[in-house]
């Protein structure tokens, strides 16, 4: 019976930063828009970019490209604002461009290669390949909620575990 639950197809938004693809659940994902100018918050770890008014939500909007150390960081009209709910909270992330959604069963994923101690990799849920493409597919809740981005509260994650 679990075997059934556990490969039931989930879809994904996916996305790019620099010349990789990436992937997170899409019942996560509230809008995508373009980036704004964001108002700075001081001392802010420079992933966190700064915090937007969004229809009177104060949402922080985390550089993904700069979190993950991938690609250039410029913005310009083609750069993209995923909004997210998670734990209760809004989050924006900053990606190069959405590519498409992408339906996959657990039979499709493949475990992420142990990094050791090098860095925490907790955050990867696995790997997938579509139209001979790698997408790394992203726990984008355990991301935002861990100790290091502590955007969200994370007791839903742990309860997860």
């Known amino acids: 019976m679990e075997s059934i639950a556990t490969n039931i197809a989930q879809e994904y938004l996916t996305f790019t930063l620099g010349n990789e693809n990436y992937a997170i659940d899409i019942l996560t994902v509230k809008e995508i828009r373009g980036y704004e100018s964001v108002t700075k918050i001081a001392n802010a770890p420079p992933f966190i970019k700064g915090v937007i008014n969004l229809r009177g939500d104060i949402v922080p909007i985390v550089d993904l490209r700069i979190k993950f150390d991938v690609g250039n960081v410029t913005y310009d009209e083609f750069t993209i604002v995923i909004v997210l709910h998670i734990h209760s909270r809004i989050v924006g992330i900053v990606v190069d461009g959405v590519s498409d959604v992408v339906t996959l069963s657990r039979d499709q994923l493949r475990p992420p290669p142990d990094?050791?101690?090098?860095?925490?990799?907790?955050?990867?849920?696995?790997?997938?390949?579509?139209?001979?493409?790698?997408?790394?597919?992203?726990?984008?809740?355990?991301?935002?909620?861990?100790?290091?981005?502590?955007?969200?509260?994370?007791?839903?994650?742990?309860?997860?575990?």
């Open 115 to 161: 990094f050791g101690v090098a860095f925490n990799s907790n955050y990867l849920l696995g790997l997938a390949t579509v139209n001979e493409q790698m997408i790394i597919l992203v726990d984008i809740e355990k991301l935002i909620s861990s100790e290091e981005m502590a955007l969200c509260e994370s007791n839903s994650v742990t309860d997860k575990e």
